[in-house]
């Protein structure tokens, strides 16, 4: 079992920055790959981006890209993801996930993909 708390989120103004974290839990947190998607107002899941458990593959949505950069501590069991320039598009909840991979390269895209799910962390972004 693996458990996920985010935290980070708020209210920023457009152009603002925020960082989330995700701390994970369990035997084989520094083994997953990590992922973080986001939902907003009557909208699907979308995928945001996502992270190899060695920490040297990554992917990011086409919406993010440039903006966003996702790392991870292995040592701290943590996962962050670092967002600039934000918008009020990106106004949504934040989750964080998890898998099991025996490859330290694979990352994931799809929220299909992921076993484990935080509890969300919300961000608003005023225009």
């Known amino acids: 079992q693996v458990q996920l708390v985010e935290s980070g989120g708020g209210l920023v103004q457009a152009g603002g920055s925020l960082r989330l974290s995700c701390r994970a839990s369990?035997?084989?947190?520094?083994?997953?790959?990590m992922g973080w998607f986001r939902q907003g107002p009557g909208k699907e899941r979308d995928f945001v981006a996502s992270?190899?458990?060695?920490?040297?593959?990554?992917g990011y949505a086409d919406s993010v890209k440039g903006r966003f950069t996702i790392t991870r501590d292995n040592a701290e069991n943590t996962v962050y993801l670092q967002m600039n320039s934000l918008k009020p598009e990106d106004t949504a909840i934040y989750y964080c996930?998890?898998?099991?991979?025996?490859?330290?390269?694979?990352?994931?895209?799809?929220?299909?993909?992921?076993?484990?799910w935080g509890q969300g962390t919300q961000v608003t972004v005023s225009s």
């Open positions: 996930s998890a898998r099991w991979t025996p490859f330290s390269s694979l990352y994931f895209r799809s929220g299909d993909d992921y076993t484990y």
């Open positions: 369990g035997r084989t947190s520094s083994t997953s790959a």
């Open positions: 992270i190899s458990s060695s920490g040297g593959y990554i």
